[in-house]
T-cell receptor, first 114, second 111 residues
Framework: DAGVTQSPTHLIKTRGQQVTLRCSPI?????VSWYQQVLGQGPQFIFQ???????GRGNFPDRFSARQFPNYSSELNVNALLLGDSALYLC?????????????FGEGSWLTVV | EDKVVQSPLSLVVHEGDTVTLNCSYE??????LLWYKQEKKAPTFLFML????IEKKSGRLSSILDKKELFSILNITATQTGDSAVYLC???????????FGTGTRLQVFP
């Protein structure tokens, strides 16, 4: 079975641009969470979606938004990119939305803002 | 503010050494504590701890939680070069998939 898949794996954007990152959860998983990991830091929670509804939001500005589709895949959008948005963006999926060692992380999308 | 603090930030050892990684937390809605290993990109799951004093083991790795003193340790015995990675401690917040991570401990094991 395929794991959590994310795309693109690497991308470079210019300040002020917009970016969309995509995530496909493990088959049968209905919960998707997004994390931002800046170099040298631990991942920080951005959003969780469960059954297409936002279930949690971290301390990120409104430039960050996300959605979940009927097939449970998800997109993370970041508008008006800043240099500080350069990071590894991780997607995680779980089967019930309530963590019980069933959460799996994707390989991440490396975003560089120049 | 909820926080998870790991120490040391970095550790350099030789193969065969035993290491202890520390994690302390102050989280209002604690549900469980988790340890992950991150080598390149995706953190890989090691342990989930919910009860105090019960050691979890997997090969050379073991971990224990103290909910009274709000900390956990991860032990690695007979370290190998393949153990070189960043070890992340995270606390599950409430009944969700929200994980609050520490900064991580970078372990380097030399032959």
């Amino acid at each position: 079975d395929a794991g959590v898949t994310q795309s693109p794996t690497h991308l470079i954007k210019t300040r002020g641009q917009q970016v969309t990152l995509r995530c496909s959860p493990i088959s049968g998983h209905k919960s998707v969470s997004w994390y931002q990991q800046v170099l040298g830091q631990g991942p920080q929670f951005i959003f969780q979606y469960y059954e297409k509804e936002e279930r949690g939001r971290g301390n990120f500005p409104d430039r960050f938004s996300a959605r979940q589709f009927p097939n449970y895949s998800s997109e993370l959008n970041v508008n008006a990119l800043l240099l500080g948005d350069s990071a590894l963006y991780l997607c995680a999926s779980s089967s019930t939305g309530t963590f019980r060692n069933t959460i799996y992380f994707g390989e991440g999308s490396w975003l560089t803002v120049v | 503010e909820d926080k998870v603090v790991q120490s040391p930030l970095s550790l350099v050892v030789h193969e065969g050494d035993t290491v202890t990684l520390n994690c302390s937390y102050e989280v209002t809605n604690f549900r469980s504590l988790l340890w992950y290993k991150q080598e390149k990109k995706a953190p890989t799951f090691l342990f989930m701890l919910t009860s105090s004093g019960i050691e979890k083991k997997s090969g050379r790795l073991s971990s224990i939680l103290d909910k009274k003193e709000l900390f956990s340790i991860l032990n690695i015995t007979a370290t190998q070069t393949g153990d070189s990675a960043v070890y992340l401690c995270a606390v599950e917040w409430g009944n969700t998939d929200k994980l609050i991570f520490g900064t991580g401990t970078r372990l380097q094991v030399f032959p």
